[in-house]
């Protein structure tokens, strides 16, 4: 085989190979705020920065309230409403009523243009 039909197999599979990575990219959370384990006032918004753009059809959060003193049934779920932010990159879910003291997490879903659903949580708690 001639060194130029060499190089042009080669080139192939490396293009081959960078696309399969391309596509097997999966959305990772980068950043929340609050923070994984702030402790503070309670938030007007929780946001989820991503590391991909969001398909915000497939997508979606929910928040619990893991704890609170007196509190006998946990965890209990949080009305709040979830939507796309203004960067397709991020994730705001905004409690209906202020949060009250105590713990709190967000099970997150995300799905990116790989369509592949990603999940996770994040934990907070309001002083």
Same mark, same amino acid.
């Given at each position: 085989?001639?060194?130029?039909? +060499?190089?042009v197999? $080669?080139?192939?599979?490396?293009?081959?190979?960078?696309?399969?990575?391309?596509?097997? $990219?999966?959305?990772?959370?980068?950043?929340?705020?609050?923070? =994984? &384990?702030?402790?503070?006032?309670?938030?007007?918004?929780i =946001?989820?920065?991503?590391?991909?753009?969001?398909?915000?059809?497939?997508?979606?959060?929910?928040?619990? /309230?893991?704890?609170?003193?007196?509190?006998? +049934?946990?965890?209990?779920?949080?009305k709040?409403?979830?939507?796309?932010?203004?960067?397709?990159k991020? /994730?705001i879910?905004?409690?209906?009523a202020?949060?009250?003291?105590?713990?709190?997490?967000? =099970?997150?879903?995300?799905?990116?243009?790989?369509?592949?659903?990603?999940? &996770?949580?994040?934990?907070? =708690?309001?002083?």
């Open positions: 085989m001639s060194y130029l039909k +060499h190089l197999i $080669a080139a192939t599979f490396g293009a081959g190979l960078l696309l399969t990575g391309v596509a097997q $990219a999966h959305p990772k959370l980068l950043a929340s705020t609050p923070a =994984e &384990g702030a402790k503070g006032a309670a938030p007007a918004k =946001e989820l920065q991503f590391s991909e753009p969001l398909t915000t059809k497939f997508s979606g959060a929910r928040l619990l /309230m893991t704890g609170m003193p007196g509190m006998s +049934h946990a965890p209990m779920p949080v709040a409403s979830v939507a796309g932010g203004s960067d397709p991020s /994730m879910i905004n409690p209906v202020p949060l009250s003291k105590g713990s709190y997490k967000v =099970e997150w879903r995300a799905v990116s243009a790989d369509t592949h659903p990603i999940t &996770g949580n994040l934990t907070f =708690e309001v002083n």
